[in-house]
């Protein structure tokens, strides 16, 4: 099986240039060297992790292409006019669903760090009612899951924006009270810098990953359901995730 050999300390020095130099003054002459040092080798990378990805979230294994994200800034609506990113980062969004409303798994290098995440981070309305319902319903299972010593041990404490008190429809001593104040829901870790440099990156992303598909398919069965729901079909109790 093919292995990732890991960054050039030329592409983490890349990153590090950039946020000092972050225009396309500085940019545009570097532009293949960002396309040698980083676009590239983060495509091979993101190719070994949803060739492995084939066996445990099949779902989620995409084209490395369409995988990657821009190192363009959306600067439309913000104060911060920098036009560049200083990571290069990866989402694996559910087939088949909203590509940021769903939960999917992410990872990013830079010169600070890898990041490695997964979950739901921006639900819209309806995504974020499925997956309260589906909460409240089986919050016994859901606490199970994100309480799962493997999950916890690698990517530590559920995260996420929260409410200050139960939505409407909750009551406001629900066992899972805290849970259905979130607006987001997902697990991130912070690797050090390193770990970019070095051979099995794909590997340690990977078992991070792993560790987090009952919880992404937690939120993801429940949107799948309502969507179900909502187009007349008779839905079956809900099965209990896989540990």
């Known amino acids: 099986m093919a292995r990732f050999t890991g960054f050039s300390p030329k592409a983490i020095s890349f990153f590090r240039q950039l946020e000092k130099n972050n225009s396309r003054d500085w940019f545009t002459p570097r532009k293949e060297l960002f396309e040698e040092l980083v ?3 983060m495509l091979q990378l993101v190719k070994l992790v949803s060739d492995q990805m084939r066996g445990f979230a099949l779902d989620h294994v995409v084209d490395p292409g ?3 994200f821009r190192i363009y800034r959306d600067t439309r609506f913000s104060k911060d006019k920098s036009p560049y990113k200083t990571q290069i980062a990866a989402n694996f969004p559910r087939r088949g669903l909203p590509k940021y409303a769903a939960a999917g798994f992410y990872f990013s290098v830079s010169h600070a760090g890898v990041e490695v995440a997964g979950g739901m981070y921006m639900p819209g309305p309806q995504q974020l009612s499925a997956v309260r319902g589906a909460i409240a319903d089986a919050h016994e299972t859901f606490r199970k899951v994100v309480t799962a010593r493997p999950l916890r041990t690698r990517l530590g404490e559920l995260q996420g924006e929260k409410l200050a008190r139960v939505p409407r429809g909750f009551a406001p001593d629900h066992p899972a009270a805290e849970f259905l104040r979130m607006k987001q829901f997902y ?10 440099t070095v051979p099995g990156l794909e590997r340690q992303i990977c078992a991070s990953f792993r560790t987090l598909v009952p919880f ?9 359901q309502k969507l179900r729901e909502d187009e007349g079909e008779t839905i ?3 099965p209990e995730p896989m540990f």
């Open 236 to 238: 079956p109790k809900r």
């Open 39 to 41: 676009r590239q080798p």
């Open 216 to 224: 992404v398919e937690f939120i993801n069965g429940a949107i799948l």
């Open 187 to 196: 697990f991130y870790k912070a690797l050090p810098p390193k770990s970019a």
């Open 66 to 68: 369409k995988a990657l």
